[in-house]
Structure formats: C-alpha cells, structure tokens
C-alpha cells in the first residue's frame, strides 16, 4: 500500500439533516487529490475546538484519548486512514511508540491534530481535485464535452460546495468505482 501525506483541508457540517452528519475533507499535501470522510457532528465539533484552541465546557472522549495516552506514556507518531477489508468504508490506524491502534478516521484524525503529527492516506482512497481539471481544461475548445469521471468530479464538488453530504459521499463511491474499474 502506497501512503500519501494529506492536510486537513475543510470541515463542514450539514445543519438541514436531522443527523447533523459532517463531512472531514483531506487533501494531498503535494498534490490535488483529495478525500471526504462523513463523519458525526460530534466529531467535526471536537476538531473545530481543538483547532480554535477553546476550551468546551465538558472534555471531548478525543480529549480523554489524549490525556490517557499521555499519561501513561503513550505517544502517537502517525495515522493512515485506509480503506476497511476493501470496502467503502474506511479505517484508520494510530502508530504510536507501543503499537498500532484501529480507529475511526475522525478520531484518528483529531489525535493527528492534536498531537500534531504527519496524516497519510491509502493512495487508492484519494480522487482527483475538480479544481486541478478545470485548469487543465481551459486549454481545450469550447465545445468539448466532459468525460463521465469529470462530470462525477465536478458534480462532487458542487455537492461539497452545497453543503449535500449525502450526494456527496454517493459520488465520492461513484469516483472511486470508476477510477478504480480504470485502473484494471
């Protein structure tokens, strides 16, 4: 498995579900790929904290991860966020100083801020950024059409950008079906 270092590159949350699910969006850090994990608002709520360094009023369970490891001399040196026995979901794993830990990739992730330490993901999980194919279509006549893999890429980040997470995550699946089938 190849592992590419990812950045955290956006985090939303969609207010209108009545899950108030999130999505966490990861981007290569040399590159313009990319990766969108839905998550809880739970979750995208304690990065956001975390980040803004505020306390909350009550400790997160990520914050409770961190103060026992620390106390008992643990030390996260670096999460991969891989696909899970070759399905859509995804799985992430913590290298710390004692051994490898399974984790969701939201609380992987919070660690990974937390005890600010490199992020890498499986590099058959990443799809292309939308953003990078637009620049390199500007080079091409006006009248040329879209491949089927563009369109999902542009559509996702329409679905992004809109704040629908559930279209998202269907068109993230689409992408990486495609891309995989191209790849065989």
Same mark, same amino acid.
């Given at each position: 498995?190849?592992?590419?270092?990812?950045?955290?590159?956006?985090?939303?949350?969609?207010?209108?579900?009545?899950?108030?699910?999130?999505?966490?969006?990861?981007?290569?850090?040399?590159?313009?790929?990319?990766?969108?994990?839905?998550?809880?608002?739970?979750?995208?709520? /304690?990065?956001?904290?975390?980040?803004?360094?505020?306390?909350?009023?009550?400790?997160?369970?990520?914050?409770?991860?961190?103060?026992?490891?620390?106390?008992?001399?643990?030390?996260?040196?670096?999460?991969?966020?891989?696909?899970?026995?070759?399905?859509?979901?995804?799985?992430?794993?913590?290298?710390?100083?004692?051994?490898?830990?399974?984790?969701?990739?939201?609380?992987?992730?919070?660690? /990974?801020? #937390?005890?600010?330490?490199?992020?890498? /993901?499986?590099?058959?999980?990443?799809?292309?950024?939308?953003?990078?194919?637009?620049?390199?279509?500007?080079?091409?006549?006006?009248?040329?059409?879209?491949?089927?893999?563009?369109?999902?890429?542009?559509?996702?980040?329409?679905?992004?950008?809109?704040?629908? #997470?559930?279209?998202?995550? /269907?068109?993230?699946?689409?992408?990486?079906?495609?891309?995989?089938?191209?790849?065989?």
């Amino acid at each position: 498995m190849k592992k590419i270092e990812v950045v955290l590159s956006e985090l939303a949350i969609n207010e209108e579900s009545p899950e108030k699910e999130g999505m966490i969006i990861l981007g290569e850090r040399f590159g313009d790929r990319f990766l969108c994990i839905m998550t809880d608002s739970y979750g995208i709520f /304690a990065i956001k904290t975390l980040l803004s360094r505020t306390r909350s009023e009550h400790l997160f369970i990520h914050e409770l991860a961190a103060t026992l490891m620390i106390r008992f001399g643990g030390k996260v040196k670096e999460i991969t966020i891989t696909p899970w026995k070759e399905g859509d979901i995804l799985s992430a794993s913590i290298l710390t100083n004692r051994g490898k830990i399974r984790a969701r990739p939201s609380d992987a992730i919070f660690l /990974a801020l #937390y005890f600010q330490v490199p992020m890498f /993901a499986s590099e058959k999980i990443l799809v292309e950024d939308p953003d990078s194919l637009a620049d390199e279509k500007e080079d091409t006549s006006p009248g040329e059409t879209l491949s089927p893999l563009e369109r999902l890429q542009k559509d996702l980040k329409n679905a992004i950008e809109k704040e629908e #997470y559930e279209k998202a995550a /269907a068109l993230r699946d689409e992408i990486k079906k495609i891309s995989g089938d191209a790849g065989k």
